[in-house]
C-alpha cells in the first residue's frame, strides 16, 4: 500500500506523520557540537530515524550514553552479521570487542552495506566513548564484552536447536540491552530499578524471565520473525536463528528454506503463528517492567519500541507475505504510536488494541491456536493489571 492510498484509508495518521516529519527534521540537525559525539548521532539516525526521534527525547543526562550504547552494539552486531569473515577471525573480534572501546587506533574492515563506514571511522566512536562518565563506560564495556563472548557462542554453534538455545541467543543479543539500559538508567539517577527487575546477582544465561530481560527478548524475537526472508536470502551464506524445536515440526523436507515455496504456504503460516506465540508469552513481564519506569523520558524510549513490536506481531501473525517480501507496519501506525505513547495508560491500550487485532486472526485449526490464545489472554489480563482505562 502506497502512502496516497494508506492516508486515504486512514487519515487520522495524517497529523502524527507530520509531527513525525518535524521530529525527524529536528533530528537530523540537533547534533552535538563535539566531531565526535556528532558522528555517532549521525550513524544513529542512519540506522533508525524514528529510533533516532524518540533517542533525542530523553534527558539530556543520560541521552549520549544511550546514543554511544546503541551505536557500540550496532558495531558489535555488524561483525556478527557479516558473513564474509571467516569464523575463526570473527569470533576473536567478537570476543575482544569490549577493549578497543579505548583505543582510538582500532579498525576493522567489514563488507556489509554502511556500516562499512562506521567500522573505518571507528576512532569517533571510541572517542565519544571515552568523553562517557566512568560509570557509563563500564556499564558499556561489560554489556559489550558479555554480548561478545554470547554472540562467538552462537558463531561456533551455527545453528539452533531448541527453544532454550533461542532464549539464550536472545538474552546475549538483546536481553543484554535490556540490562545495560537498565543500569544506565539507574546510573543517571533517573530511576531507581530493583535489581530484581534486571538480572541474577550472578550471571547466567539461561535466566528465568527478568523484566529487563524480557523487554530485550520481545523485541529481538519480533524482529528475527519478521525478517525471515531477508536473512535466509542473506549472502554469501543465511545466517538463521528460528529454532529447529519449532521450525522442524512444520518444514515438509526438514529444511528452514521450505518455507518460501509457495506450495508450503500452509506449513510456512502454522509455523509462523508458532514462533509468534513463542515470543508473546515475553509481553507481559515487559509491561511489569514499564510500569516500574518513572522518569517520563526513560518510560517512552522504553514503551515506544514495545509498542511498535507488539503491532508488528499482530501484522505478521497469519500473514504469508512474511514468507515472500517485507512485513512492516505503516509509517502512519508508527508515526501514532511515536507520537501517542505518553505514559502506562497508552502502552496498556495500544498492547491491548494489537493484542486483539492479533487475537482476531486466530485460527481454531491452527496447531498453536490455544496456546497462542492463552497468551493473548494473559497479555489482556497485564494490561488490565498495569494502567488500561476502565472503559475497557
Known amino acids: 500500500m502506497g502512502m496516497v492510498e494508506a492516508l486515504i484509508r486512514h487519515p487520522g495518521e495524517l497529523p502524527a506523520l507530520l509531527q513525525m516529519k518535524l521530529a525527524a527534521a529536528r533530528a537530523a540537525h540537533a547534533f552535538p557540537a563535539d566531531p565526535h559525539m556528532a558522528y555517532c548521532y549521525r550513524i544513529l539516525l542512519l540506522v533508525s530515524r524514528s529510533f533516532a526521534v524518540v533517542v ?34 570473527k569470533t576473536t573480534v567478537l570476543e575482544e570487542f569490549y577493549k578497543h572501546l579505548e583505543d582510538p587506533s582500532w579498525r576493522f574492515v567489514c563488507k556489509w552495506n554502511f556500516y562499512i563506514v562506521l567500522m573505518k571511522n571507528f576512532n569517533h566512536l571510541s572517542l565519544a566513548f571515552l568523553q562517557l562518565s566512568k560509570e557509563y563506560q563500564c556499564v558499556i ?13 552462537f558463531i561456533r554453534k551455527e545453528v539452533v536447536v531448541t527453544v532454550s538455545d533461542y532464549d539464550k541467543y536472545c538474552y546475549y543479543v538483546a536481553g543484554l540491552v535490556g540490562v545495560g539500559l537498565s543500569h544506565l538508567f539507574n546510573s543517571s539517577r533517573l530511576e531507581d530499578l530493583d535489581q530484581r527487575l534486571i538480572e541474577p546477582d550472578n550471571d547466567q544465561s539461561l535466566v528465568p524471565e527478568y523484566p529487563a530481560i524480557s523487554m530485550g527478548r520481545f523485541l529481538q524475537k519480533v524482529n528475527i520473525i519478521r525478517d525471515y526472508l531477508e536473512d535466509i536470502n542473506e549472502l554469501p551464506a543465511p545466517r538463521m536463528f528460528w529454532p529447529r524445536e519449532i521450525w522442524g515440526k512444520y518444514a515438509p523436507t526438514s529444511l528452514l528454506s521450505d518455507f518460501r515455496d509457495e506450495s508450503n504456504e500452509k506449513e510456512a503460516v502454522e509455523c509462523l503463528n508458532d514462533m509468534i506465540t513463542d515470543c508473546l508469552r515475553h509481553a507481559p513481564e515487559c509491561l511489569f517492567y514499564m510500569s516500574k519506569l518513572k522518569n517520563p523520558s526513560v518510560f517512552r524510549f522504553c514503551a515506544v519500541p514495545q509498542v511498535m513490536a507488539i503491532a508488528t506481531a499482530a501484522v505478521c501473525y497469519n500473514n504469508p507475505q512474511v514468507f515472500r517480501g517485507v512485513v512492516k507496519i505503516r509509517r502512519g501506525t508508527t508515526a501514532k504510536i511515536i507520537v501517542t505513547t505518553n505514559n502506562m495508560a497508552d502502552v496498556c491500550g495500544a498492547f491491548y488494541d494489537f493484542a486483539s487485532i492479533l487475537a482476531s486472526k486466530i485460527n481454531k485449526n491452527d496447531p498453536s491456536a490455544l496456546i497462542a490464545a492463552e497468551r493473548v489472554e494473559n497479555i489482556f489480563k497485564a494490561c488490565r493489571q498495569y494502567g488500561l482505562s476502565s472503559s475497557r
Open 56 to 89: 533525542q527525547h530523553l534527558n539530556q543526562e543520560i541521552r549520549d550514553a544511550v546514543c554511544i550504547f546503541y551505536v557500540v552494539l550496532r558495531a558489535l552486531d555488524t561483525v556478527e552479521d557479516d558473513m564474509s569473515i571467516p569464523v575463526e577471525t
Open 141 to 153: 564495556s561489560d554489556i559489550t564484552k558479555r554480548m561478545g563472548y554470547g554472540m562467538a557462542e
